[in-house]
């Protein structure tokens, strides 16, 4: 495989994007939120570094330059053989356009193929196998795929395959009716002769604005303007994972997210994660990642599926499960945190309880007929909860004291 030369993209739209991440994109762009103890965008990073071949990674979005600076220094320290790269768009391209936008950028080297990969999705990666499956077919495009929950497969772009060539019969984004409980990743791998098939979605879009007074055709979106053309040129292929999959679109979701990514970990004995120490250690139960600059006290019990952010301190006897505590974060002794984002320098009292609701769908909307509905707890950037408070199931935007108990509401 090491002669095959592969480029990678990955798509991370901009600052008017992310708004259900909020609040926690208040203060850090979803790419950069940490899940299991690492930037989201990094697990992509970190999958694409075992990959022969591949030559570079092109970070596309239309973010400030300055805004993945430090975090393309970091991981060109942590991935030496990549050439990682921010370019940006002029203005929102869609997801195809900002690709073609780039074109010149992406076949330096002459690559064979590339992947395209969103950013707000975490899975397993199995890109070795997505690279074996698109040289069985030579197809233009092999695209990640997954089973889903059949309630759950209207929100996603709804595939049909021959179940033998794994040729995509049909394709639907985010149907009205139900086709189909397969659906598309957000992951895919393009043969590099692709750009002369969008080239001709970007004309056949303008011919439709100068037709119908179609909006933006300067933007063009790879699953609603390029992948019906390819299919219907039988040039799309897929590939079912087995492994993993979520899309973290709302705040909570990185509840999810962050546990997927640990237990995985878990499972492969990775070294980064807690064990328990008998001597002088806080008992950690399965997947739990803590920053080496945390402190945590030996009498708290922490897991499963818990990280814990550089320099937070846990006090004594504190229970901390299923959560994401982010940097410079305080907990004083005998607190409770369950099923929520602690969001950074928040300070929780002694005796208090921090807790949200486990929900099988992460990305459902926060109010429904105007009520909160049962979700992940999200405190933003330094909050305080005072001693002996129970906050339940509420979302709480950046810099409040909370002096009270709140349950079920949304504190602005």
Same mark, same amino acid.
């Given at each position: 495989?090491?002669?095959?030369?592969?480029?990678a993209?990955i798509?991370?739209?901009? &600052?008017?994007?992310g708004?259900? =991440?909020?609040?926690? +994109? %208040?203060? !850090?762009?979803k790419?950069? =939120? &940490?899940?299991?103890?690492?930037p989201?965008i990094?697990?992509h990073?970190?999958?694409?570094?075992?990959i022969?071949g591949?030559?570079?990674?092109?970070?596309?979005?239309?973010?400030?330059?300055?805004?993945?600076?430090?975090?393309?220094e970091?991981?060109?320290?942590e991935?030496?053989?990549? $050439?990682?790269?921010?370019?940006?768009?002029?203005?929102?391209?869609?997801?195809?356009g900002g690709?073609?936008h780039f074109?010149?950028?992406i076949?330096?080297?002459n690559?064979?193929?590339?992947?395209?990969m969103?950013? #707000?999705?975490?899975?397993?990666f &199995?890109?070795?196998?997505?690279?074996?499956?698109?040289?069985?077919?030579?197809?233009?495009c092999?695209?990640?795929?997954t089973?889903?929950?059949?309630?759950?497969?209207?929100?996603?772009?709804?595939?049909?395959?021959?179940?033998?060539?794994h040729?995509?019969?049909?394709? !639907?984004?985010?149907?009205?009716? =139900?086709?189909?409980? %397969?659906?598309?990743?957000g992951?895919?791998?393009?043969?590099?002769s692709? =750009?002369t098939?969008?080239?001709?979605?970007?004309?056949?879009?303008k011919?439709?604005?100068?037709?119908?007074s179609?909006?933006?055709s300067?933007?063009?979106?790879l699953?609603r303007?390029?992948?019906r053309?390819?299919?219907?040129?039988? $040039?799309?292929?897929c590939?079912v994972?087995?492994?993993? *999959?979520?899309?973290?679109k709302?705040?909570?979701s990185a509840? +999810?997210?962050?546990?997927?990514?640990?237990?995985?970990?878990?499972?492969?004995h990775?070294?980064? %994660?807690?064990?328990?120490n008998?001597?002088?250690?806080?008992?950690?139960?399965?997947?739990?990642?803590?920053?080496?600059?945390?402190? !945590?006290?030996?009498?708290s019990k922490?897991?499963?599926?818990?990280?814990?952010?550089?320099?937070?301190?846990?006090?004594?006897?504190?229970?901390?499960? #299923?959560?994401?505590?982010?940097? $410079?974060?305080t907990i004083?002794?005998?607190?409770?945190?369950l099923?929520?984002?602690?969001? *950074?320098?928040?300070?929780?009292?002694?005796?208090?309880?921090?807790?949200?609701?486990?929900?099988s769908d992460?990305?459902?909307e926060?109010?429904?007929n105007?009520v909160?509905?049962?979700?992940?707890?999200?405190?933003?950037?330094?909050?305080?909860?005072?001693?002996?408070?129970?906050?339940? $199931?509420?979302?709480?935007?950046?810099?409040k004291?909370?002096?009270?108990?709140?349950?079920?509401?949304?504190?602005?």
């Open positions: 495989m090491s002669q095959q030369q592969f480029k993209i798509l991370v739209g901009g &600052p008017s994007r708004t259900r =991440f909020r609040p926690l +994109s %208040l203060d !850090v762009p790419p950069l =939120f &940490p899940v299991a103890g690492a989201l990094a697990h990073l970190a999958a694409l570094s075992k022969d591949l030559q570079e990674v092109l970070i596309v979005g239309f973010f400030e330059d300055s805004v993945f600076s430090r975090f393309i970091d991981a060109s320290n991935f030496p053989h990549m $050439n990682i790269k921010y370019l940006r768009e002029y203005q929102a391209l869609g997801t195809a690709i073609y074109r010149d950028e076949l330096r080297g690559p064979k193929q590339f992947f395209v969103h950013v #707000d999705v975490a899975c397993t &199995p890109l070795t196998e997505l690279i074996s499956a698109h040289m069985r077919h030579r197809g233009l092999t695209m990640l795929s089973k889903i929950a059949r309630e759950q497969a209207h929100k996603y772009g709804c595939l049909v395959q021959n179940p033998e060539t040729e995509v019969l049909h394709y !639907v984004e985010k149907p009205e009716t =139900f086709i189909s409980d %397969l659906i598309s990743c992951v895919y791998l393009f043969d590099v692709v =750009f098939e969008i080239k001709k979605a970007i004309k056949t879009k011919e439709q604005e100068n037709t119908y179609v909006a933006d300067n933007k063009l979106s699953e303007d390029l992948l053309p390819l299919l219907e040129a039988k $040039n799309l292929y590939y994972t087995e492994g993993f *999959w979520k899309q973290i709302t705040a909570g509840i +999810s997210a962050n546990a997927a990514y640990l237990e995985l970990q878990y499972h492969e990775n070294a980064r %994660l807690a064990t328990n008998t001597d002088n250690g806080p008992e950690i139960i399965d997947a739990v990642y803590i920053h080496p600059s945390a402190h !945590v006290d030996p009498t922490i897991g499963p599926n818990v990280s814990i952010g550089p320099k937070a301190v846990i006090g004594k006897g504190v229970r901390i499960k #299923d959560s994401i505590i982010l940097d $410079n974060v004083g002794h005998a607190s409770c945190v099923h929520s984002v602690i969001g *950074w320098n928040s300070k929780i009292g002694a005796w208090a309880r921090v807790e949200g609701t486990a929900v992460d990305n459902e926060m109010m429904k105007g909160k509905v049962q979700s992940i707890t999200i405190l933003g950037k330094e909050v305080s909860v005072l001693d002996e408070t129970i906050i339940r $199931n509420c979302i709480v935007l950046p810099h004291e909370l002096k009270s108990s709140y349950h079920s509401q949304i504190l602005m």
